[in-house]
């Protein structure tokens, strides 16, 4: 399932930058192709390529997926043109041992739902507001060359409760400039995957060229790597037993 | 959302006792009308009814969901057949703070699969033979009142790896004649809800007149019941900040 | 082990009220008289009684801590001071099923310490600022009775990382006036017993006649009631097995 | 703190090989060796060194273990001789991040039990069985190279319960021929250092010769590799605010 080289398809809804005239002021390009440019610049011998909604299966073919270590997604507005069978094939490679890190507004999205089963909620400001990300795992391999926390000057808030499972490992906790704190950074590991919930990147602000948050993507990318081998989940009939069975009366 | 009184939903697919003799000879009324007559005898304050695959809406109504403080989940051939509107509904129950008991060959029902999120796999033997379960977590509710272990004469197997995420809490662990082990007790939060997945109760076996069983299922529904408050989980946007905010240039 | 009666025990360190006027002047009968007298107030039926540091085996004798179902812990100046063998003997209930709850400056306790198995670090700050603890798990029996949040005006800030272990259960996340953030509430179970650690309570405030602080104490001493039945924890000898052992050559 | 090469001691109690005539058939030149040994076949570019309870501060000088990444500790008769001090020295640098493997009867050494918090018993019997231990996450990097299973045709049983708090992640559990089961594989992380109890190599039999055995050890050896920073855990005064505070009336 792993190759040597770390294959990396950025997901990108791309629709709000296309009709709001902010967002394209500030990714011309598209989201995705910022996300992309940063891991690119921090692990220059992954292969990192895009994908979009507006592609036949939205870019995600049996195929390409097939060939993809770790998938990123941002999505927001069109969370609900996501075809549900292209959801259920990223679900199936996901706990195959596929990474998938959600970005952001991505909370909402069908895939993080179905992985994680709850309603996702949250609650939400457009406020202009700072952002302080503390580290609380120093040891965790997401956490690496991070000081003990980062600001982003503006961004949208989340806040608590947020209504995902508990977190395997908690890597950030937000504080906001409003007066409220959020689970930033989330583990989890769902059949052979690693999945990673990470919050900031709201649309109308530079947060994909913060060079913060472009180190947290890079190592959680690598944290998310599958293994080395596949688990093959198919309910098997394990009809010879590996010990006598006394037959019953 | 919880009453005083525990109430609580047995819900049985009811296809097997009416197409198996062998089943029909155990269950003669139907799997769910034992498990309720367990349930009844141990908490005898409880109001325990049943509802069927059969039923309009499965017996799973908005109204009676509304009603129902724990729900207990037996399926197995039928899986399909659960509409998705009435598997959605209970979702939202559970994640409101309804408690579930997810039985058995309920492991593969879309219920628990959407809760999970994983495939819910595992291997399997039909063979006859002997289970034994043993308590791993000697003080946890659901473990009240029984030995360190008990045995089940004779069971359908179920082996490792079973596909679900880690389970917050490990209660019970089997052993089987045959040769494996399997996480028989497993414990999860999701929302307000509380999730038991308990394995043993194979159709062609009188698993549910088991006095161990019957004491696990009562300890489960008590240690499900749903937190005195819900928790409307809408996303709303925390318009009005807390703290001041200072406007960005 | 457990008694239908709940039966706690305030432990106070009571050295700061004696030597500290600003303390003696909001707690002039020591902090644990008003953490006592909240608990009376709101689990009315519960036996709740205070041993303090200076006592005889500092209040802990065998007998007592024989019939305590949950002990409460503050202590700050005087860890040191406090004997190895009281804080074995606490740590032998609490993995025998007593509660335990741990507040505060008590994040540096031997016994939370021992129990946790790590450095229980922070980072903090006298600064008279405001405290806004958020409810991460609106479901949880700790969290029933409360707002979406609640405010101290003054507090002590404890900030990230907390050197703990990954806490099995978030109950609150903390939002500090001059930036920090801190997991304020984390529960734990070790061996038979719950643990609950909570974040306020400096001894230059009145933190422990708040309303909300009182709720969430009266919450986490039910929450951590004794199972029913006890864990003799002996590594006993199996010697003989359940199934028959195949002589090897 | 991490280095390109993996630095690993294995340290050994050393005693039994001197003592016992069957011991030191299966081990004549140590255990500690042969664990060693099979460290150096699988990972041929790491450092292996030995250290035993014999040598002047159990060959665990603080300069050592400063530049040592992984520690392995096997132990049993002896416990009770390892000097505290060596044990809070070992402790902190877990707690730094440096990995610790504890295998078999190491559960009831200080070290575990200082950084479990808890009693780590369990249930136990010598008598030749078979151990057959499942994997029940086949994606995680301990069980990578594994079949399904793996069998020990003689080995002493341990069984639940298991005295230590909720594994994070649970790699292995274990089927005795006995009747027993045991979680032999349990993954730890304590503030930057991550453990791995596992549960096989009783001293009278050649576990540590075993093909399976030895990719487990290289593997978790592995897996157990600190981060690259180092977390200092020296509870400091954060004195200068991040946010202004409202000076209070």
Redesign the interface.
């Known amino acids: 399932m792993a190759s040597s080289t770390l294959r990396v398809v950025v997901w990108g809804e791309n629709v709000h930058e296309h009709i709001n005239a902010k967002v394209a002021a500030v990714y011309p390009q598209g989201m995705h192709t910022v996300i992309a440019a940063g891991l690119r610049e921090l692990l220059p011998t992954a292969e990192v390529s895009t994908a979009t909604l507006q592609e036949a299966e939205h870019g995600l073919t049996e195929a390409r997926l097939a060939e993809t270590d770790v998938l990123t997604w941002w999505g927001h507005k069109a969370h609900g043109d996501v075809s549900d069978e292209v959801v259920a094939r990223v ?1 199936k490679r996901v ?1 195959e ?1 596929m990474g998938l890190i959600v970005l952001h507004s991505g909370h ?1 999205s069908k895939i993080f739902k ?6 996702c ?5 457009e ?4 952002e ?1 990300l ?8 997401i956490a ?2 991070l000081g ?1 926390y980062f600001e982003l ?2 961004e949208e ?1 989340y ?5 995902v ?2 977190p ?3 890597v950030f ?9 959020f ?1 930033s950074g989330c583990c ?6 690693k999945i990673f919930y990470f919050r900031p990147g709201h649309e109308t602000y530079p947060t994909y060229f913060d060079a913060n948050v472009r180190r947290v993507l890079a190592n959680a990318v690598e944290w998310a790597r ?4 596949r ?1 093959v ?7 010879n ?3 006598k ?4 009366g």
Chains 1, 2, 3, 4 share one sequence.
């Open positions: 679900q706990l041992g909402f179905r992985l994680m089963g709850t309603t909620s949250l609650t939400w400001r406020a202009d507001e700072k302080r503390w580290v609380c795992n120093p040891g965790h391999p690496q060359g003990p000057p503006r808030m806040g608590e409760p947020f209504g499972p508990p395997e490992e908690q906790i937000s504080w906001f400039e409003g007066g409220e704190v689970r989890y590991t769902r059949g052979n995957g599958p293994p080395a081998t688990w989940d198919c309910c098997p009939n394990a009809k037993p590996l010990e069975i006394t037959p019953k």
